[in-house]
């Protein structure tokens, strides 16, 4: 997401065009040119160090960047050392990156030292597969710490603390059970790609919750959601999961 996309409202209404674009502007400085004081971004902008300042308490309002002390190097002068104001972790993220494009070569790395085709996919298969597990090891005290009618909302809750906006409702329709929905996917755009991921995440879902599940959508097929029924039943004895694999990252008919 850019970090025009992440401005919040303000206290006096949301930000003008030209307001955004200034902060936008600060932001970008700091990181083409690393951690820098007032007088730096004034000098490079063309603005006032007031109009600089006033731009930057927003900025650290929003946890985009952070003040610190200027490092010296040799002898100290008199004086503290000048304020700098460097990039926070969560204002790098919200410039463009290029970690799909690095997960996706990374995967087709591995796809063609297995030998491509069939051994290639597989292989891509059990990474996904290596990277799931480990990931729902995180997840699986909250839901076996639940009670059976109650695992699917903790299971999305887990998913929500890791970025998912994951939710758990009734499913509408004759058949009873219930419905997880994830309405944000952090490697949406690799999946589409590498539906291997869709797959593992399915069978990692009936594992947590011991029961046959069905994924019904997935937001990189180009749907709204990536939606999973879950039957009532959560309880019951876990079934093969490759039915439900078979769909995962596919909409079926």
Not at 16 to 35: F, Q, Y
Not at 59 to 77: C, K, M, N, P
Not at 126 to 151: I, M
Not at 161 to 175: I, V
Request: contains cysteine.
């Amino acid at each position: 997401m850019k970090y025009s996309e992440r401005q919040t409202e303000t206290p006096q209404g949301e930000l003008v065009t030209g307001e955004r674009s200034t902060r936008d502007r600060v932001a970008r400085s700091i990181l083409d040119h690393g951690p820098s004081t007032v007088a730096d971004l004034a000098q490079r902008l063309g603005l006032t160090q007031a109009a600089v300042r006033r731009h930057l308490d927003a900025l650290v309002a929003d946890d985009v960047i952070a003040a610190r002390e200027q490092r010296v190097y040799g002898a100290r002068t008199r004086g503290r050392p000048a304020k700098v104001f460097a990039l926070t972790a969560c204002g790098r993220d919200a410039f463009d990156q290029s970690y799909d494009l690095l997960a996706a070569e990374a995967l087709r790395w591995i796809a063609h030292s297995a030998g491509g085709g069939k051994q290639g996919e597989a292989a891509v298969a059990a990474f996904a597969r290596a990277r799931l597990e480990a990931q729902a090891e995180t997840y699986r005290d909250s839901v076996e710490a639940a009670a059976p009618e109650e695992r699917t909302e903790a299971l999305a809750k887990a998913l929500t603390r890791d970025g998912y906006a994951a939710t758990a409702k009734s499913a509408p329709g004759p058949h009873s059970g219930e419905q997880l929905c994830q309405h944000h996917c952090p490697v949406a755009h690799v999946a589409e790609q590498f539906p291997q991921l869709c797959e593992a995440e399915t069978e990692v879902f009936s594992r947590l919750l011991g029961t046959h599940v069905q994924r019904l959508a997935t937001i990189a097929h180009g749907d709204g959601v990536c939606t999973t029924f879950i039957p009532r039943s959560a309880s019951a004895p876990q079934t093969d999961t490759s039915v439900s694999a078979s769909t995962a990252g596919r909409n079926p008919a």
